[in-house]
């Protein structure tokens, strides 16, 4: 190439990299970026926000912290390409110490205009544990604690160093575990037998949900454990103990409060609802509303581990599990509020496993379970397994839902991270799951690239960064994400690309491109563009490179 020509060549280079990405200065611009769940991010009940402020999705996840954190925190611009964040959202031994184990299930919430992000999560308490359940030996003391922070990537502090100021209390069961043996395993053979156990036991729960109702009103919906339910089962002649969804309401000041230093607190309504006359002066027994139960609407999908106490020897009860809740609020096509709740049944470790949904004209209910459940279970064709405890979640411009959920590629692997399409319609609900290449949510593109110089003295190096419409920016060290880049003339020197940073070496004056690429669920790495009307415009930079004197 003539001297004069490459001078002309990166004057207009040079220009272009001045003037902002055309196809992200115009609507109507998408991206034919793909994602697939590569079961890449260790987690487990994830939750997930988009955070606009910031332009990033944060996931919350029972698992992947980092050593001394309780709640691993990730960070994606696109709900699947995934950033762990250091540390967690706890630092154990500061905040959180009032439990002692069982960390499950973070949720967070934030408040746009208070700017503070609220944290609930569950743990099992070890000390006091009479002074909430009112035996010491209460072997699953879960209760639900929050925290606050003015980021989403926290650290997150408790509110108070104590659980939520809630005790619910179940005045009209049965405590069989009272009259069972020492291993707590096997409940009483009879209905009449298990009758004669004293009346009453207090809640243990998890798996916060917090709803907000478009009057204001806030509902958090949770998960009775089923340790201390042992509910008397008609069609097969023994007792199951379950886990069942209830709701309790509670009042706004906790998030009216500009300094966050409010606790979320029950209606009054609720507050000692089941507090008998005869109870000693300073007794709690918060009332609640049931939401989700087996025998009320049962379902036989749900039935996994009736039988597990034979089949194990002894070694596990007899249960159901129905937990990890999501609620929603649409209007049908008369207008009408119709509520849908998400739920999970059975042990994440079995093949029925999945999710399952009900719907309701009211956040209270009375909820109605779909018979199309199970609407998420595993696809062992997708090598697919232990599919539930999620939350939804909208594209960025609003126009599509997703379902991020856990799930595991085989069955003896950890949980990871999946994301999976939702579609409410008046149909109902249905969840897509998929392990093949998927289009990026609905709002992503158009996609951004620019690198931090404009121009290059070789030897040198610079950083790239790729960010999605909203501003999140992609973690190139992600293997799902990669830049390719090339010098031109190709002889001019050489080029080598860690992550982000792109480093070039030049004996003589070139161009240096860098090309964003997305892998595929085949394998192998695709260029990425932005498009619009058929026109497709490839996300790339190109820099001038000055040969080093």
């Avoid at 939401?291 to 070694?315: M, P």
């Avoid at 950083?463 to 799902?480: I, K, M, W």
Wanted: glycine residues 8%.
């Amino acid at each position: 190439m003539r001297r004069d020509a490459l001078l002309v060549t990166f004057a207009c280079v040079l220009v272009w990299a001045l003037l902002p990405g055309a196809a992200s200065a115009h609507p109507g611009w998408s991206t034919d970026a793909t994602y697939h769940n590569d079961a890449a991010t260790p987690g487990a009940d994830p939750f997930v926000m988009f955070d606009r402020a910031s332009g990033y999705y944060y996931a919350y996840s029972t698992e992947g912290a980092d050593p001394g954190h309780h709640f691993a925190i990730y960070r994606s611009p696109d709900l699947a390409t995934w950033e762990h964040l250091p540390g967690g959202a706890l630092r154990a031994g500061q905040d959180g110490d009032w439990a002692n184990d069982w960390f499950w299930a973070p949720e967070v919430y934030h408040n746009p205009r208070t700017g503070l992000y609220f944290l609930f999560y569950a743990g099992r308490m070890n000390r006091n544990v009479a002074e909430h359940f009112r035996y010491p030996d209460f072997e699953e003391a879960s209760k639900v604690g929050v925290a606050v922070s003015r980021s989403p990537a926290g650290p997150f502090r408790d509110i108070v160093e104590a659980p939520l100021d809630y005790y619910p209390f179940d005045p009209a069961y049965h405590d069989v575990n009272l009259i069972m043996d020492a291993t707590q395993k096997k409940p009483p053979a009879t209905l009449e037998e298990g009758q004669t156990a004293p009346l009453g036991t207090y809640i243990p729960f998890i798996d916060p949900n917090v709803f907000f109702d478009v009057d204001g009103r806030i509902y958090l919906y949770y998960s009775r454990n089923a340790y201390r339910n042992w509910v008397w089962d008609h069609d097969l002649g023994k007792y199951i103990e379950e886990s069942n969804i209830y709701a309790v309401e509670l009042t706004g000041d906790w998030w009216h409060d500009p300094a966050g230093t409010t606790m979320p607190a029950i209606a009054p309504a609720y507050r000692n609802a089941n507090l008998a006359p005869d109870d000693p002066p300073g007794t709690r027994k918060d009332g609640f509303v049931p939401i989700l139960n087996y025998g009320s609407d049962k379902q036989a999908w749900e039935n996994a581990h009736v039988d597990d106490y034979a089949n194990s020897g002894g070694e596990k009860k007899d249960r159901r599990w129905a937990e990890g809740s999501t609620t929603v609020r649409t209007v049908d096509a008369q207008g009408r509020p119709l509520y849908y709740l998400t739920y999970s049944a059975n042990n994440f470790e079995n093949e029925y496993y999945g999710v399952g949904y009900a719907t309701a004209r009211g956040p209270l209910g009375p909820w109605r379970k779909s018979p199309a459940n199970p609407v998420l279970s595993q696809d062992p064709a997708k090598s697919l397994y232990s599919t539930g405890h999620g939350s939804i979640v909208d594209s960025p411009d609003g126009r599509q839902t997703y379902y991020v959920h856990h799930g595991r590629p085989s069955t003896t692997s950890p949980r990871a991270l999946y994301t999976s399409t939702m579609n409410i319609d008046p149909g109902g609900l249905s969840i897509t799951s998929s392990t093949s290449d998927e289009p990026v949510p609905s709002g992503v593109g158009p996609l951004r690239i620019h690198a931090s110089d404009r121009v290059l003295h070789a030897p040198a190096s610079t950083t790239v960064h790729v960010r999605a419409a909203p501003g999140g920016e992609f973690d190139l060290t992600n293997p799902q994400n990669r830049l390719r880049a090339t010098l031109r003339p190709a002889g001019a020197g050489t080029v080598t690309v860690n992550g982000a940073s792109v480093a070039v070496t030049a004996h003589r004056p070139a161009l240096l491109t860098v090309v964003y690429q997305r892998h595929r669920a085949a394998g192998g790495y695709r260029d990425v563009a932005n498009t619009r009307s058929g026109v497709r415009l490839p996300v790339r930079v190109t820099i001038p490179v000055l040969a080093g004197r």
